[in-house]
């Protein structure tokens, strides 16, 4: 049976909770500063455990839809900014409550995967995209070609990326995630027509963010 927390997160539940054992058996019947320790440490494996939680899901809506994704809050969607002429972004944006596995949002062949050191802002922030630190990769789908920015936050420093070129990817499939909260941006052409708008919930590879004309 498959472990449901992300391989890159088990050394985050694991530590803790070894420690964790360790303190409460000092402690004895719990108290004292070994319980108190011990206490703390459980608290933090068991957040570790739900922040890299790893659902499994099944891709949702007709091979002509495009997923979300990522789990999060729409930010932005519609047309780019002025240096992307013809091309449209969801920017969805993952608190440290979301799921923060990424998934692509249609089956392609992985064409580049191009990683881009930079500043540690919020995620939210419009300029995140360009100054932030991020990774994008860009996908030959049967109907056009899109890309996917991973992007870090303020607390985020742990870009994590599983494919390289040449890889391809099921509607659906995992490539990676980021660690504690960032934002994934999705770069499509101008002929999809978008399902969301700001505000909206999405949840990576179940919700339609768009379709193929």
Request: hydrophobic share 50%; charged share 25%.
């Amino acid at each position: 049976m498959r472990l449901p927390i992300a391989p890159e997160g088990r050394v985050f539940v694991a530590v803790p909770l070894v420690l964790a054992v360790l303190a409460l058996a000092i402690a004895g019947d719990g108290g004292g500063v070994f319980g108190w320790l011990g206490w703390t440490l459980l608290a933090g494996a068991a957040f570790a455990a739900f922040f890299f939680r790893d659902p499994e899901r099944r891709a949702a809506g007709e091979a002509a839809a495009i997923l979300a994704p990522a789990d999060g809050r729409v930010t932005e969607a519609g047309p780019a900014a002025e240096g992307e002429p013809g091309t449209q972004r969801v920017s969805i944006f993952l608190s440290i409550f979301d799921v923060h596995i990424n998934r692509a949002p249609a089956a392609g062949e992985v064409r580049a995967v191009r990683y881009r050191q930079g500043a540690f802002r919020a995620a939210f922030r419009k300029d995140a995209a360009e100054r932030n630190e991020r990774n994008e990769l860009e996908m030959t789908t049967e109907r056009g070609t899109i890309r996917i920015r991973q992007i870090a936050g303020v607390v985020a420093r742990r870009i994590v990326c599983r494919v390289g070129a040449g890889d391809r990817l099921a509607r659906g499939e995992r490539f990676g995630l980021i660690r504690f909260g960032s934002r994934t941006d999705l770069l499509l052409p101008a002929g999809v027509t978008l399902a969301v708008r700001p505000g909206d919930r999405v949840r990576g590879g179940l919700t339609v963010i768009g379709t193929w004309e």
